[in-house]
């Protein structure tokens, strides 16, 4: 059923236990996430990016498809817009029936950060969103999740305050497009924001984190874990899989149902490392 993304997230955060949410990027993402959910009896957030939308061509049909496979499922599934940084995209999300808008204007200057997302939010308060970011340089896609970067605890309380979000995006040693699992995550600063934010920390680029280590930085305070290379290593490997053992095959259906069969084997072993504690 499709669900409020904040219904998901708070439940989580009142069990001190965390909800995962995977990036879609074809319609099969999405069916294999659902497939998860079901099989291990958990609610997820599917999300799709800005880049997701840019790749379909505009977000109406990939989101219509989306919340009808939330609609139908026997699972809680919420749809969520990740990393928004275009401020049309952003104002399409109440009529995409998103429950919650990632608006990422970390790539500013820290004042114009504040104030974007202060817009942001107030806009997507008053469409009844849920809503997340992150910081600038301390907190950034493309600077926050690198080596040795991290999030100040107080710049990050004070961010908040400032901009009135639902959710922040820490950096505590994750990094975005992994395809090994070796990072290791600053779990005493993970307590540290968690004792100094009043809202629920989320981790991203969790596909790089050793499933022990996500469950430590669940323990110690994160409450929405993004997922999203992980399903791409798995549905890529079915593809050349499939069509390395059998080249005549021209029919997608094929080689994309051994994909999507994959990525829902992933996305419920993930599922379960997240959300069962």
């Given at each position: ?18 909800v995962a949410a995977f990036n879609v990027i074809t319609v099969e993402h999405a069916e294999a996430i659902a497939e998860a959910a079901e099989t291990t009896g958990h609610p997820v957030i599917l999300q799709l990016s800005q880049n997701a939308v ?224």
């Open positions: 059923m499709l669900t409020p993304t904040a219904e998901l997230v708070h439940a989580a955060q009142a069990a001190n236990s965390a840019a790749y379909h061509r505009g977000a109406a049909a990939i989101a219509a498809a989306c919340r009808e496979i939330a609609r139908t499922s026997t699972a809680a599934l919420a749809l969520h817009l990740d990393h928004v940084e275009d401020v049309e995209l952003l104002h399409q999300a109440a009529d995409l029936g998103v429950g919650s808008v990632m608006f990422d204007a970390s790539t500013l200057p820290e004042r114009e950060n504040i104030a974007a997302t202060r817009a942001a939010a107030d806009w997507a308060h008053r469409h009844g969103l849920w809503v997340e970011a992150e910081l600038g340089e301390i907190g950034g896609k493309s600077s926050a999740h690198t080596p040795g970067v991290r999030t100040d605890p107080a710049e990050a309380s004070r961010f908040v305050a400032a901009t009135g979000v639902d959710g922040l995006a820490v950096a505590v040693g994750s990094s975005h497009a992994m395809v090994q699992r070796r990072a290791e995550l600053d779990l005493e600063l993970i307590d540290r924001l968690h004792a100094a934010v009043l809202v629920p920390l989320v981790l991203h680029g969790s596909s790089g984190v050793p499933d022990e280590t996500l469950r430590a930085a669940v323990s110690h305070g994160m409450v929405k874990i993004n997922v999203g290379t992980l399903l791409n290593i798995a549905f890529t490997g079915a593809v050349r899989a499939a069509l390395t053992q059998r080249p005549e095959l021209v029919d997608p259906r094929r080689y994309l149902g051994p994909a999507r069969t994959a990525t829902a084997e992933v996305v419920a072993q993930a599922i379960r490392v997240i959300s069962e504690l």
